[in-house]
């Protein structure tokens, strides 16, 4: 069975599919084009797919018939069209659990960011701008008892809540598509509307899984309805946030600030207005990387192409 990686993963995955007898195919460019990257795609039987950048959609599934399986080297699979995946019977697999800790660090490190204006702040030093003592410059605002409202209480969205939680006390409130039981009895989580949500939180957090459908979800209508203390924060997908409406919120100061690990579009170019205002922290989509939750990745990844080689089903999404 060929296994085509489109991009080095820690020695740990590859060495497992090695052990397991796979054919492993990694390019030696890295940075491939869509048509290279398809042409890989029809040599191979497995794919262990790194990064969005590639879409799995019914043009693939109809150039690539003989793919028979495709393991995703990340917890989100907004990438893959599941309705064609499942039409051309291709079971997906991805890699949850091993990377919530890691995601969830970001988030919460991005709230402290923000709150305490830490970018602003560094830039100024960066600068030469230090200057004196000043009661009245550059405040922030302390998490103490403030509510965290969390939008998609899964795995990571639970982590965050018991972060903010211990470390701040503070009120968990969140909207899901379903109940989360565990975080109702642990951390006292309360599920709400979405609208009761986005007007009581002091920091709304993103943690869903993203579909095509909640594009710009959080958009100009969303942005008014916040607390004028609100942080934004998105270490989930860019699609969620309307960037340009996020923009303007943030310079009208209906918002607070915003910390972004991920952005619209992305990567997010260097000219983005955005980077000009002093209310926001972002980051280039860094939330597993950590050695730990990458290599938790490859080996995941490499268990789910192990499975479905000897005919198991277990870790597969589809
Ligand atoms: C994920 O696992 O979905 C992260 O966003 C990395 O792509």
Redesign the pocket.
């Given at each position: 069975m060929k296994v085509f990686i489109n991009k080095r993963i820690p020695e740990i995955g590859i060495t497992m599919l090695k052990e397991a007898k796979l054919e492993v195919i990694i390019p030696e460019n890295e940075h491939l084009s869509y048509e290279e990257w398809l042409a890989y795609c029809k040599l191979s039987d497995v794919i262990l797919n790194v990064?969005?950048e590639f879409k799995f959609d019914p043009y693939f599934f109809k150039e690539c018939p003989n793919i028979k399986a495709i393991a995703l080297y990340?917890?989100?699979y907004d990438q893959v069209n599941i309705q064609s995946a499942t039409e051309n019977a291709v079971p997906i697999g991805n890699?949850p659990d091993v990377?919530s800790k890691a995601?969830s660090d970001v988030s919460f490190l991005l709230m402290q960011s923000v709150a305490r204006r830490a970018s602003y702040n560094f830039e100024k030093v960066k600068a030469g701008n230090w200057g004196r003592f000043d009661p009245l410059h550059a405040l922030g605002q302390e998490l103490y008892g403030k509510t965290l409202g969390v939008f998609g209480l899964g795995r990571i969205g639970f982590e965050m809540a018991k972060k903010s939680r211990k470390a701040f006390d503070m009120e968990i409130i969140y909207h899901n598509r379903h109940r989360n039981v565990e975080a109702e009895k642990e951390i006292n989580a309360r599920y709400v509307s979405f609208d009761e949500l986005i007007k009581q939180a002091d920091v709304l957090s993103i943690h869903a899984s993203y579909k095509a459908e909640q594009k710009d979800l959080f958009n100009n209508a969303v942005f008014e309805k916040m607390k004028s203390n609100a942080i934004f924060i998105n270490t989930a997908?860019g699609g969620f946030h309307d960037q340009k409406a996020l923009y303007e919120a943030l310079k009208n100061n209906q918002i607070w600030g915003a910390g972004l690990d991920?952005t619209n579009p992305e990567p997010m170019p260097y000219d983005d207005p955005i980077l000009e205002l002093s209310n926001v922290c972002v980051l280039p989509?860094i939330?597993?990387a950590t050695e730990e939750a990458r290599n938790g990745?490859a080996k995941m990844a490499a268990e789910n192409i192990i499975a479905f080689s000897k005919g198991e089903k277990n870790y597969l999404l589809v």
């Open positions: 990064g969005g990340s917890v989100g890699t990377l995601t997908r991920v989509h939330g597993s990745m």
